[in-house]
């Protein structure tokens, strides 16, 4: 157990809609990301959140969106639906502010399951 | 970022030593190595982590040649449940974003 919670663990969806997935932070980090993961693939970066400020972003249109809070627990909000945004949202918490004598370690929760139909 | 090659996928039997290696030519200077673990519909999972030499926690252990153009990820006496994806990463100390390939899918058989 990472500590990491995300919620909801499953959801349907239709294309066009929008949807809001939550993430709560392991205890003490400040740094959020989020992945989205298709089935049979690796995760894919879409973006980090530093203490409540966008640290990143990968190669994700920008009808992807976040937020952190400033209890540090974060959301993804995803903006007219496609079919090829079905897969496993993943968040990951760390410590942030790039530790020296190793990298800044990313621990995830289990997940959010999107099914667009 | 360093790309990393790793093999598709491996199959071994409970008990026995498994070895991932991992390639990653391009390695820059303030890079490290690191590994993850994926079961089905989980999160990824941190194993282990290092710069060179050998690292060795109570999971795994990580050998890194000198040149540090390649990794090899070592699983001591396998059993059913480390059945799983093993990624393996190549992190900066200043980058914030993770860059998975395909991993290697582990099949341990009885």
């Known amino acids: 157990e990472t500590g990491v919670t995300q919620s909801p663990t499953h959801l349907i969806k239709t294309r066009g809609q929008q949807v809001t997935l939550r993430c709560s932070s392991q205890?003490?980090?400040?740094?959020v990301s989020w992945y989205q993961q298709a089935l049979g693939q690796g995760p894919q970066f879409i973006f980090q959140?530093?203490?409540?400020?966008?640290?990143g972003r990968g190669n994700f249109p920008p009808r992807f969106s976040g937020l952190q809070f400033p209890n540090y627990s974060s959301e993804l909000n995803v903006n007219a639906l496609e079919l090829d945004d079905s897969a496993l949202y993943l968040c990951?918490?760390?410590?942030?502010?790039?530790?020296?004598?190793?990298?800044?370690?990313?621990?995830f929760g289990p997940g959010t399951r999107l099914t667009v139909l | 970022l360093a790309k990393t090659t790793q093999p598709i996928s491996m199959d071994s039997y409970e008990g026995q030593e498994v070895n991932i290696t991992c390639s990653h030519n391009?390695?820059?200077?303030?890079?490290?190595i690191t590994w993850y673990q994926q079961f089905p519909s989980q999160g990824p999972r941190f194993i282990i982590q290092?710069?060179?030499t050998k690292v060795t926690n109570e999971v795994a252990s990580l050998f890194i040649p000198a040149d540090r153009k390649s990794s090899t990820l070592s699983l001591p006496r396998v059993s059913l449940s480390d059945t799983a994806v093993y990624y393996c990463?190549?992190?900066?100390?200043?980058?914030?974003?993770?860059?998975f390939g395909g991993g290697t899918r582990l099949m341990v058989k009885p």
């Open positions: 391009n390695i820059a200077t303030n890079d490290y």
């Open positions: 990951a918490s760390s410590l942030g502010g790039g530790l020296a004598g190793g990298t800044d370690t990313q621990y």
């Open positions: 959140y530093y203490r409540e400020e966008e640290n």
């Open positions: 290092g710069y060179k």
């Open positions: 205890s003490g980090h400040n740094t």
């Open positions: 990463l190549v992190v900066n100390n200043a980058g914030n974003m993770l860059t």
